[in-house]
Each structure stands twice: as structure tokens, then as C-alpha cells.
């Protein structure tokens, strides 16, 4: 393995890594410090943008907004910001709304199937075995951490399956579509320049009129780790080691998020283990060591 590759590999599992521990901060500010998913998406896109932005103006200077001299990687970046950035983390907060973070996971987590199908198709790509036992591996293994073992919770309604979804098909542009402009530009300045396209959008469809919900020193800490450590730090991270890796690998890896979920919901909230969730771990676990060793680039 390459010393490329292993990168990639390490900075795809640190995105996810920090997923799941955004994914519990907004948990608790949802559901203990009455925080909306609107206002919390509005300012996790706009703030995390512009901190991503203004750090790399100061580094890269007038090479920051290369991207603008081209109309097409423009519309790229505007679909990017907007179908990938925007779209995924409304369409997952909808779906933890009607069902719960355990239930909205699953449904996100078919995202690496949709984009071998895609791959497969579109660009006749065909998935490597490790890729599909990959696939195969985390997926199921999500699904046990997820619903801890009782799959009886999968009777869901309309509305939990096309947010849920929505979801999955968001995650997936995310991976598959910025990839020639994160090659072309670099991550920083087409994730931060995304995320304030995303933001500024979901701020014209919910003006900040006023600050919701409960405020203290624990409220501030949360909002921290979801803007700064899940958004700013784990896009980055996540997004340059897909350029490096490929979406299909960096889509599996990623699916590390429910096991650091689980893990800090162990630590921090006193939730307790099943044997089903152990099995999920060993399933996830599974995928970074078969991708981490096959030979076959994405």
C-alpha cells in the first residue's frame, strides 16, 4: 500500500470519526437545548464556510477563487454546495426528526451502494471484490449498531423512507460529483466555497430571525464540535481523502461515523452495548483492512 492511499485512507476515517461525534452534539442540542435543524443548518453551512474560506484566502491568496474563471466548474460548485453539502445535512436532521438518529443512519448508509450502481452504469466501473464485500459489510454492519440488533424497527412510513433516502442519494453526490474540481482547485477552497453556497441558500429559505432554544456553556461546546471538528475539520478531511482514494473506498470508510457515535454515546451519555452492536464494530472494522490491502486503485 502507498503511502498516498494510507492517507487517504486515515483522513477518510477521521471524517468519519468526527461525523459521529457531530452527530451526537446535535443530538443534544436538539433534543436537551431545544435547537431547531433549521437554524443549526443555516449556521453550521455559513459559519464553517466562511472560517474554511478565510483560511484558505490567507493561505493560497489569489488562487482561492480559480474556480469562478470557469462557468462549468462553477455550476459544478453550485451543485455541489447545494445537492451535496445543503441537501445532505437537511435531509439527515428531517429524517432523525420522524425516526431517530438509528433508523436515519441505515437509510444513509446505502449511500456506498448507490454510488458502485452509479460507477457501474455511468462510467462502467465495476466494483472490485473487496469493494462489494465492503459494501456488503458495512452496510449490515451499520444496520446492527444502528437498530442494536432489531431489525422489527425497519416498519417505517413514507416519510421516514424519503428523507432517509434523500439522504443516502445526497451523501452519494457528495463522494462521486466534486471530485475532477477537488483534483483541479484542491479541497479547501471547493468545500469552503461550497458550504457558503449551501449556506446562503438554506439562510434565504430560513432567515435567523432569532436564536432558539436554551443557552449555556454546554450548548456552546456542542455547537463547536458540530461546526468546527464535524464540519470544518471532517468535510476537509473526508472529501481529500476521497480525492485521494476514490468514492467508492472513502464512502465504505466512512461508515466508521456509527461506531464513533456509539462509542462516544457510550462514553458521554452512558448508553450500553449489545451483542449485535459488537458484531456491527467487527463488520465495519472489517471493510478498512480488506480495502486497506487490496491492490486494485479506484
Known sequence: MDRNTLIGIALTLLGGILWGFSGICAQFIQQQRGITPEWLL????????????FYVFFRMRGTMFRIFKSPKDTAKLLVFGILGMALCQYSYFRSIFYAGAGIATVLQYLAPAM???????????????????SVLLATVG????????????????????????????????YSVQ??????????????GLAMMAGGILAYGAWPLHEVPGTWDMWTFGALFG????????????????????????????????????????????????VTSDMIGFVMIL?????????????
Open 42 to 53: 443555516v449556521v453550521r453551512l455559513l459559519s464553517a464556510g466562511a472560517i474554511t474560506v
Open 286 to 298: 472489517s471493510t478498512i483492512f480488506i480495502l486497506a490491502n487490496e491492490k486494485k486503485a479506484n
Open 142 to 173: 451499520t444496520a446492527l449498531i444502528a437498530l442494536h440488533g432489531d431489525f422489527s424497527k425497519l416498519n417505517i412510513n413514507e416519510a421516514v423512507l424519503f428523507w432517509g433516502l434523500l439522504s443516502a442519494v445526497a451523501v452519494a453526490i
Open 178 to 191: 466534486p471530485v475532477q474540481i477537488l483534483r483541479t482547485y484542491g479541497t479547501g477552497p471547493v468545500v
Open 115 to 133: 454510488i458502485i450502481i452509479y460507477m457501474s452504469v455511468v462510467h462502467r466501473v465495476k466494483p472490485s471484490w473487496g469493494e462489494g464485500i
Open 226 to 273: 458540530i461546526v468546527i471538528l464535524g464540519t470544518v475539520v471532517s468535510f476537509n478531511a473526508y472529501l481529500e481523502g476521497v480525492r485521494r482514494i476514490g468514492a467508492v473506498r472513502g464512502s465504505v470508510l466512512s461508515s466508521i461515523e456509527p461506531i464513533s457515535a456509539a462509542l462516544l454515546g457510550w462514553l458521554v451519555l452512558g448508553n450500553t452495548f
